[in-house]
């Protein structure tokens, strides 16, 4: 935060604030990753884990359960930023303060969101811990507590949004009608806080018990078969405000899809 003005105001010429943005964000990882190894020298002598010398062989069965988790996991990103790409070209057909608004909107909500999933990954290890150990119990105490904690960081974060949302904007922007546009979006998108962290949470558990396949199908349902459709349908029939009421819509669906495909992996868990 303190490179990229630095860089973007200061350092480079008038007209290279994104090549300045890039250039502190670049210098800002390369700096973190010499502390974090800095870190593992310290600490290597007091733990197990170790940095290989030379790659081992993997064998292929491993493979095959690292690619089964991990590309779901790849593709339900790419999926998220492909809705994203739609609500912007959608978004920009209505002008340019619209889509101004939508996209401090987008980068607003992202805090509870990234919170969330935050949760979802400090729980992943957990239930695969506790899975792989058979221990059914403790995992779905683990995935219930990250539920619980989850749903309330959304559920304040609404609550907040609700009452702070023109202020929220403004420190993005101050032109009058982004502010408003961008207060109305706002205000809507945030009941779909909720049911958005629900969606990523069962996902991340999919994930957690080596149901990667389920996990790869949850995104697809959430994005392709019902965000992504939604989205052209409530843009045809209200236009901005039913793009901005997609979110919500969409999700409310997935996460009973989700609860019931859950339940049925549960039982043949158990």
Known sequence: MIL???????LLPDGCEVMGA???TMLSNC??????ILIYRKVRDKSILALPRRIERIERDSMASLFSVGVPAAMSLLLFDLTNIVINRLSSSHGDIELAA????LKVERLPLNIGIGICLGMMPLVAYNYASRDLKRMRAFFSAARLAGCVIAAVSVVLYRIFAPWLIRIFIDDADTVRFGTQFLQARCFATPFMFLSFHVVHFMQAVNKGRVSFWLAVIRQLCLNIPVLFLMNWLLGMTGIVWTQA????INVVISYVIFHRVIKTIE
Do not use: E, N
């Open 31 to 36: 700096v973190a990753f010499g502390y974090f």
């Open 102 to 105: 939508i996209g401090i909107v």
């Open 249 to 252: 819509i969409a999700d409310i």
């Open 4 to 10: 990229d003005p630095i860089f973007m105001f200061v």
């Open 22 to 24: 890039a250039l502190a």
